[in-house]
T-cell receptor, first 114, second 111 residues
Framework: GAGVSQTPSNKVTEKGKYVELRCDPI?????LYWYRQSLGQGPEFLIY????????DSGLPNDRFFAVRPEGSVSTLKIQRTERGDSAVYLC????????????FGPGTRLTVL | QKEVEQNSGPLSVPEGAIASLNCTYS??????FFWYRQYSGKSPELIMS????GDKEDGRFTAQLNKASQYVSLLIRDSQPSDSATYLC???????????FGAGTRLTVKP
């Protein structure tokens, strides 16, 4: 079946602009995760959804970052007033488990803030 | 101590050899562990998961977990050039809400 999909694959924006990144998880997966990966580093946790609710948003770096999953499937990560330090690959993963199970990653969105 | 630590390498092995990748973890990581392979410019791909002490084998891959030593490893037998990638070790956070990743070990398998 189809894997996790993310759009856009690349996003270039200017400092101060607003961006939205979209994730479509594997069908039937209740858990959805957002991570951010910088060059030479492992993915860094941002937020975890179980169904429609954000079960853990402790990884969001500040209040410019926000994510939603209104119908328990597709999720959108929103970044306001982008900064150059936000440049990274944003990865989405989904899991069929409620907690602690295997996670399957999408292809990522490469965000570049000029 | 970082939650999950890996030797960043790079690690180079000849084709056909065994590649050994190692990872240690702190008390802030729970007892579920995962190995991901990441090719350059691509996203992480799950290779193995391991939840219990001991060895778990899947084809050419063997994951080993030693909870007493807080140590996880991945062995790749009969290494192939196509195995050349960065290998990420990950453990579930203490509350099982997310994965904590090491920085990855870059493996090169030389023909």
């Amino acid at each position: 079946g189809a894997g996790v999909s993310q759009t856009p694959s690349n996003k270039v924006t200017e400092k101060g602009k607003y961006v939205e990144l979209r994730c479509d998880p594997i069908s039937g997966h209740t858990a959805l995760y957002w991570y951010r990966q910088s060059l030479g580093q492992g993915p860094e946790f941002l937020i975890y959804f179980q169904g429609t609710g954000a079960a853990d948003d402790s990884g969001l770096p500040n209040d410019r970052f926000f994510a939603v999953r209104p119908e328990g499937s597709v999720s959108t990560l929103k970044i306001q007033r982008t900064e150059r330090g936000d440049s990274a690959v944003y990865l989405c993963a989904s899991s069929p488990s409620t907690r602690g199970g295997e996670q399957f990653f999408g292809p990522g969105t490469r965000l570049t803030v000029l | 101590q970082k939650e999950v630590e890996q030797n960043s390498g790079p690690l180079s092995v000849p084709e056909g050899a065994i590649a050994s990748l190692n990872c240690t973890y702190s008390d802030r990581v729970s007892q579920s562990f995962f190995w991901y392979r990441q090719y350059s410019g691509k996203s992480p791909e799950l290779i193995m998961s391991i939840y219990s002490n001991g060895d778990k084998e899947d084809g050419r891959f063997t994951a080993q977990l030693n909870k007493a030593s807080q140590y996880v490893s991945l062995l790749i037998r009969d290494s192939q050039p196509s195995d050349s990638a960065t290998y990420l070790c990950a453990g579930m956070s203490y509350n099982n809400n997310d994965m904590r990743f090491g920085a990855g070990t870059r493996l090169t398998v030389k023909p």
